[in-house]
């Protein structure tokens, strides 16, 4: 069974010296906009080109404006939690899984359920024994 920390996940497909210098390029010469807060949602540039990317490569009409960019998965369950849901609404979320994730949820409120997988994902024959969910990880 492998690690389910943050930090358990490799870092060997990563280009490293390409963001190196890309990084370098944008410390030469930083926009303004890089370097106040923004109004939210994150970088306005970053989230055209995942419009523009949604839009080219999987076929999906998204304006920046609907994209939001979070600091990581914690986050990022934390805000889709607090927003698409209500208190108590039931959550399956895997077992095994991250318990980090699975005490935000317990945290803001929501009924979580723990569903065991197998190597196809969550197994049906257990998901019936639960009620059903508001939605799933």
Not at 26 to 32: A, D, F, G, S, V
Request: glycine content about 8%; overall charge negative.
């Amino acid at each position: 069974m492998g690690c389910f920390c943050a930090r358990g996940s490799g870092c060997d497909g990563i280009p490293h010296k390409i963001l190196s210098k890309i990084q370098a390029k944008l410390h030469q010469q930083p926009e303004i906009d890089q370097l106040i807060y923004s109004n939210g949602g994150g970088c306005p540039h970053l989230r055209q080109a995942l419009a523009d990317y949604l839009r080219v490569v999987r076929s999906i009409r998204a304006d920046a404006d609907q994209i939001i960019i979070t600091e990581g998965i914690h986050q990022a369950v934390d805000l889709v939690s607090r927003v698409l849901s209500d208190q108590n609404d039931p959550v399956w979320i895997e077992e095994p899984g991250y318990w980090g994730t699975r005490n935000l949820l317990r945290i803001n409120g929501l009924d979580v359920h723990p569903v065991p997988v197998d190597e196809e994902g969550m197994i049906p024959e257990i998901t019936a024994r639960h009620p059903a969910r508001k939605w799933c990880l």
